[in-house]
């Protein structure tokens, strides 16, 4: 456990350490600041701006803002949904894959343009290599800038005063593939590349095994070796909290993840850009205080339950324990705990912190399988997206989400020192309060509603395939991830149904736009208003009983309406055991 | 005279008596709606009453518990209700005291706004806007008005519990006149302001009785919240409905699903009923509050921007200092000693009857104890002008005169006197420290100067600190120049001043601090502050001000006492922190009520979630029964905290969060466990 700790605290050291000169360098981006990098690109920038007919002057209000982006979005998912319908006939498909079926191309689609990436498919038996590249790792660039933009017009709402103008959505978009997502990306996959990861046009390879066996009356001769270019999707599929991977293994497959390196890495990766968001805020909002808060904040939340998460894996099995089976081998890291669906290369602590890091981040890869966690570290999967991927969450929409939870706890507390509640400044009023709670409110509606539908209709049963509480856990967890966008698989359940496309694809449609479009809103009344000037009276947003409250918020408003369904899923799982041996001693 | 109410004491029985037979009488659907949350419980209640008797008609073993829920679910309801008709109680004990005043009048309605002209009696009510009234002594004002004509001594004590009568003249600043109080001398010609129905005790008794009681920005947005908490946990609950119908049949087949009892009492217990329900008696023990300080709102908006307020303009005179000034020193020239001069200035002041002379003949006795010569027969007496801006008298064929430095000077040169430098650079000197000087000579000769000091009120300048704590800043207003002003405010410790004030200078000032951002709170009486009144965020008028003042105000002052607006600030913010405190505490109970509820709806499903009972409840229907009951009983137990509103102490905003979050956040935390497990015991006992 020490060293599952120690494993902990560097990935978060890490990433805080290259988040905060990450966070300036977005900071002079967006401010159209002249810098080494503007002058490297912006001849760039400028020639996208002039072939697309963009007035890169020329601000939006939010309206204007939400529908540049609903119609950007709209044009990506239709050609994607195209692409995928007829890549068959398209050229790079040394395969031969024929186009992908309608339900679930559209699935695809909806989720990978809400940079979700829940994937009802395998992809090294279903892409051409053209749809992997021109398909999904353009929207993995295209959905995480998005992300990104909905964040920048809420945080430039609070920023800015007596103005409708948030920016200009197209410009945000340009600096941010251009400057942001693509370097970052491109360092990434070089390093990924360095450490085995394969970047490669050529169809599959066959190697003749040396010691043919039979299997199922057939002789087995030679096996086919799924390759293609991995390292250039890995890089923003982790960068960009996407996680739909190349491979149906994800990151448990030795060509997306092949080192102690590149899993160490592709955790940082995975929080990078959601921690550098904050401090982006810090410095756009003229509120470094406020941002270190939340930065704090999300990891007295993140912290307990990753190592929770780690704890029980390690301790594996208690029926086992209690029957004296030994789980536990020397080696902390590696050997020991519950070793089912999970990577030697990586270890039990290394898959649940893995776990833990694509679930409180938007981004849902896997280096293990989640099914075959211990029913608690498969909860706090579970927990993290239900907080409503506000702990560091999607690039961008996490921070969006927490904005919308510390009005909240703004509001609270600004009632509790007895003023009209402001946020750094801004007054919080009906019409604030009316937004950030239909944000906040849609998706528990989803996650329950669609749970409910999938325990109560036929249809959804049929995909389950683990009986138990387990089985509860699956459908609860195969409505929760695409409701937050995360698109984490814990599998044992059969998602490429009619019944799972369709409302997989409704959760992750209404989970990005419905929570999203009334932030962008909020934004909008912030910009309008006056700041008000700080002072002893004025809530500080900075201070631990600031954070605590936040904290607060979160669990109270945000995750404590998942208790009584946890209760019948993950926490009935894991005391089951313990309440059997305890009846047979 | 801050305390000086008109309140009767509050009968509590009788009051909770009535209380209680409204809260029945207010389980209407109509009267439910208003309050979304208390609505579900109320659909809940009726829901569980049919399940009552439909297991009572199948004889099932369920139906005693659904009974006993169901009884608490309709105490929770009536235990609302009663809150709410307790506060309005309170305020309609409040609006009859008042009612009481304003007895049908007859008016004495004339044509014309003469003396003389014969008038013609009317109900006081029938009178209109615009309207001439002659009242007489004896009379009773039938209505709001300003008076045109004539002096008289009003009786205000009705209004404003003040016994000492006032003067309201036509013209000038003392003209408003109030219906409902009574003329004791001469007679006035008034004109009708507002029509019968609408004046300011109308105003005070529609207020107090919530009729024209809307809900505050702040209100609406803390019910948005408190409907959409409600909606989730209603989605939650209804879906935990297949959740455990699947558990039960398809993954652990036993136990039994969970009863709509069952999800009733869990749904009731999860959505924010404690402040649901003390949500409307919150807001009108507010507006009672600042009544019993003898303070009208005209909006209960009114009341929650004064706790907003960062910036108090206050008048100097009155607020900061009391209203005279003082002589505290003697400064004799050319050679004349102290007493010389004490002397000549006490006898120049003998015959000055305003509180400056007083207080210089009482500094002169302090000084010189044997001083005590009496004013002579023989004496002339020559009082104060506007024009010659001196007094003084003439003894014995001295001409003692004391004044304004300026024309002191003057007068002692028209008499061929000299006027000593040494003299002007005293006086330079006490303006300076902010006290007023004054010249005293004698024939053609200058003795000296006397300073008279502004005294700022003992103990304004630990409130101010006070303020400054709260975050709050402090200008005065004064007509004083900026020399003078300057060092009264470092004096009293305000945080800036507005030296040689006019109305347009203060105007310019609000709109200045405004343009920052800053919210502002200030008083006035004259007509001429009625436009800095109406752009200030929170205008408060003094009983005694103008018509114009008081429209252009959003509070009133019946004591007309300036050093009021502390006390409203204090009154707004405790409004919002009872509010936020007890949202806080609301929403924390809920983690104990899962605890409580989730284990006993549960066990038979799954044995091991009897292990999530951490309070160790004696059966899962105890547990939930005694969640229900504590839900219920934290409703009554919190009503006086909900009138009287929650402790407040001037600090700044991070310590009362601290506190508050800590009282009422973890308090709401833990205290229902502790409650929950004492109810479960007292269950066993039954």
Redesign the interface.
């Known amino acids: 456990m020490i060293s599952a700790i120690a494993l902990t605290v560097a990935v978060l050291l890490v990433t805080i350490l290259l988040a905060l000169p990450l966070g300036r360098y977005m900071d002079r981006v967006y401010s159209g600041e002249t810098f080494w990098a503007t002058r490297m690109l912006g001849p760039v920038e400028r020639m996208i701006y002039r072939i697309s007919a963009i007035h890169p002057n020329r601000e939006m209000d939010w309206k204007r803002y939400a529908i540049a982006l609903l119609i950007f979005n709209l044009l990506g998912g239709v050609f994607l949904y195209g692409l995928l319908l007829v890549q068959g006939a398209l050229p790079l498909n040394p395969e031969h894959f024929p186009g992908v079926p309608g339900g679930s191309a559209f699935n695809t689609a909806v989720s990978f343009i809400t940079n979700t990436n829940w994937q009802d498919y395998a992809g090294e038996s279903t892409m051409s290599y053209l749809s992997q590249m021109l398909g999904l790792t353009v929207q993995n660039f295209l959905s995480a800038a998005t992300g990104i933009t909905i964040l920048l017009p809420i945080i430039r709402g609070i920023a800015r005063q007596k103005t409708s103008d948030l920016g200009n959505f197209w410009v945000d978009m340009t600096r941010t593939v251009l400057y942001v997502l693509l370097p970052l990306s491109f360092i990434f996959a070089l390093i990924l590349m360095e450490q085995g990861v394969i970047q490669t046009l050529s169809s599959y390879l066959h190697a003749h095994l040396i010691a043919p066996f039979a299997s199922g009356g057939k002789q087995i001769t030679h096996q086919v070796l799924a390759v293609g270019p991995v390292a250039s999707q890995e890089a923003i599929m982790m960068l960009g909290n996407n996680g739909g991977g190349f491979f149906n293994a994800n990151d448990a497959h030795p060509f997306e993840n092949p080192t102690a390196l590149t899993n160490f890495l592709e955790m940082v990766a995975m929080i990078l850009i959601p921690t550098a968001l904050v401090f982006l805020f810090g410095h756009m909002a003229k509120a470094r205080r406020t941002a270190w808060a939340m930065v704090v904040a999300m990891l007295v939340l993140f912290i307990p339950l990753a190592l929770a998460s780690e704890h029980f894996d390690l301790a594996g099995n208690p029926l086992f324990t209690s029957v004296h089976v030994a789980q536990a081998n020397t080696s902390a890291l590696v050997g020991g705990g519950n070793l089912e669906g999970v990577e030697d290369r990586v270890g039990v602590a290394g898959s649940a912190l893995f776990a833990s890091i694509a679930t409180a981040t938007s981004t849902g890869a896997a280096n293990s399988a989640y099914d075959s966690l211990m029913p608690l570290s498969g909860g706090v999967n579970l927990f993290l997206m239900q907080m409503g991927e506000a702990v560091f969450g999607g690039v961008g929409s996490g921070l969006a989400t927490m904005l919308a939870f510390a009005i909240f706890a703004v509001f609270l507390g600004g009632l509790m020192v007895g003023r009209t509640p402001e946020f750094l400044g801004k007054k919080i009023e009906p019409f604030e309060i009316k937004m950030a709670s239909l944000s906040i409110l849609v998706m528990p509606l989803l996650v329950l509603i669609g749970t409910a539908m999938a325990v109560s209709t036929a249809a959804g049963r049929a995909g389950v395939f683990n009986p138990g509480a387990h089985g509860f856990s699956e459908m609860l967890y195969a409505i929760t991830s695409p409701a937050n966008n995360n698109g984490s698989a814990f599998g044992g359940l059969s998602s490429d149904t009619r019944f799972y496309n369709l409302i997989t694809g409704l959760c992750i449609l209404f989970g990005r736009y419905w929570t999203y479009l009334p932030l962008l809103a909020l934004a909008g009344a912030l910009a309008r208003k006056k700041k008000v000037p700080l002072g002893a009276g004025t809530l500080a947003t900075h201070t631990p009983i600031f954070i605590s409250l936040l904290v607060g918020v979160v669990l109270l408003v945000g995750a404590l309406n998942f208790f009584p369904a946890l209760a019948l899923g993950p926490i009935a799982e894991q005391l089951a055991p313990l309440a059997t041996t305890l009846t047979t001693h | 005279m801050d305390s000086a109410h008109t309140i009767a004491e509050i009968d509590w029985k009788q009051q909770a008596k009535g209380a209680f037979w409204d809260s029945l009488r207010m389980l209407t659907p109509q009267r439910q709606w208003h309050n979304p949350v208390m609505f579900v419980v109320y659909i809940g209640s009726w829901l569980v009453l049919a399940l009552f008797f439909r297991d009572l008609a199948s004889g099932s073993a369920e139906a005693m518990f659904t009974g006993v829920i169901d009884l608490w679910l309709w105490l929770t309801l009536i235990f609302a209700n009663f809150a709410e008709a307790l506060a309005e109680r309170q305020g309609q004990a409040q609006a009859n005291s008042l009612r009481q005043t304003r007895q049908e009048v007859k008016a004495k309605k004339l044509h014309k706004p003469l003396r003389g002209v014969p008038y013609h009696e009317v109900p006081g009510a029938s009178l209109h806007s615009g309207d001439f009234v002659l009242v007489e002594a004896g009379d009773i004002v039938p209505t709001d008005g300003e008076a045109i004509l004539g002096v008289a001594a009003v009786d205000e004590s009705a209004i404003t519990g003040e016994s000492a009568p006032v003067i309201r003249e036509g013209g000038g600043d003392r003209s408003a006149v109030t219906g409902g109080t009574r003329v004791l001398s001469d007679w006035l010609i008034i004109r009708v302001s507002s029509e019968a129905g609408n004046t300011f005790l109308d105003q005070m008794i529609a207020m107090v009785e919530g009729a024209a009681r809307r809900k505050t ?2 209100e ?3 019910s ?2 408190l409907v ?2 409600t ?3 209603l ?2 609950t ?3 409905y ?6 039960v049949h ?3 087949h036993s136990g039994t699903v969970i009863s709509i009892t069952v999800l009733v009492a ?1 749904l009731v217990c999860l959505i924010p009923t404690t402040i649901g329900a003390l949500l409307p008696a919150i807001g009108i023990a507010g507006i009672m509050r600042l009544l019993r300080a003898n303070v009208v709102a005209t909006s209960g908006r009114a009341i ?1 921007a004064a ?2 307020v ?1 910036v108090l303009l206050l008048d100097k005179t009155g607020t900061i200092t009391y209203g005279n000034r003082e002589a505290v020193a003697f400064y004799p020239v050319q050679g004349a000693t102290e007493e010389q001069l004490a002397i000549a200035a006490r006898r120049a002041s003998l015959a000055d009857d305003t509180p400056e002379g007083k207080s210089v003949v009482a500094l002169a006795e302090e000084k010189f104890t044997q001083l005590k010569e009496k004013l002579p027969d023989a004496a002339e007496l020559v009082a104060f002008s506007a024009e010659t801006r001196m007094s003084g008298v003439d003894w014995s064929g001295k001409q003692l005169r004391k004044g304004a430095p300026d024309s002191m000077k003057e007068w002692v040169q028209s008499l061929g006197g000299t006027w000593p430098e040494e003299l002007d650079a005293i006086i330079r000197k006490i303006a300076a420290m902010g006290a007023t000087p004054l010249a005293v000579c004698e024939d053609g000769r200058a003795l000296g100067a006397v300073e008279l000091k502004d005294i700022v009120k003992r103990d304004i300048k630990a409130r101010f600190a006070e303020l ?6 402090t200008v005065m207003v004064t007509g004083d120049n900026p020399l003078t002003a300057a060092a009264i405010a470092a004096e009293a410790g305000v945080d800036d001043y507005l030296a040689e004030a006019k109305p347009e200078t203060k105007l310019a000032r609000i709109r200045k601090y405004q343009g ?4 502002l709170a200030m008083t006035g009486d004259g007509t001429n502050d009625a436009p800095a009144l109406a752009q200030a965020d929170v205008g408060l008028c003094m009983a005694s001000g103008t018509q114009a003042a008081r429209e252009a105000a959003n509070m009133v002052d019946l004591d007309s006492n300036p050093t009021k607006l502390l006390e409203i600030v204090q009154i ?6 009872t ?3 007890l ?2 505490f609301s ?2 109970n ?2 104990a009520k ?1 605890f409580a509820i ?2 006993a709806a ?1 066990v038979s ?8 009972n951490i309070m160790d409840l004696s059966s899962p229907q105890h547990a939930i029964l005694a969640a229900v009951i504590f839900n219920a009983l934290i409703i009554p137990l919190l009503i006086p905290l909900a009138l009287k509103g929650i402790k ?1 102490r001037a600090d ?3 310590h ?3 506190r ?2 800590w009282i ?2 973890l308090g709401g935390l833990i205290a229902p466990f502790i409650g929950i497990k004492l109810i479960d015991m007292l269950l066993v006992l039954l």
């Open positions: 920005p702040n609406i947005a803390l948005i919240l959409v908490l909606l989730v946990f989605v939650v209804i879906t935990l297949p959740f455990s119908w699947y558990s398809y993954a652990s869990l929650e706790g907003d960062d400054r704590a709260m975050g709050i800043r920052e951002g800053y919210m707004g913010k405790q409004l919002l922190m509010r936020g405190a949202t806080t929403v924390a809920d983690v899962y989730i284990p549960f499903t799954y044995p091991q979630l009897g292990l999530l407040f700044s905003a991070q009362i969060l601290r508050n979050v009422y956040g």
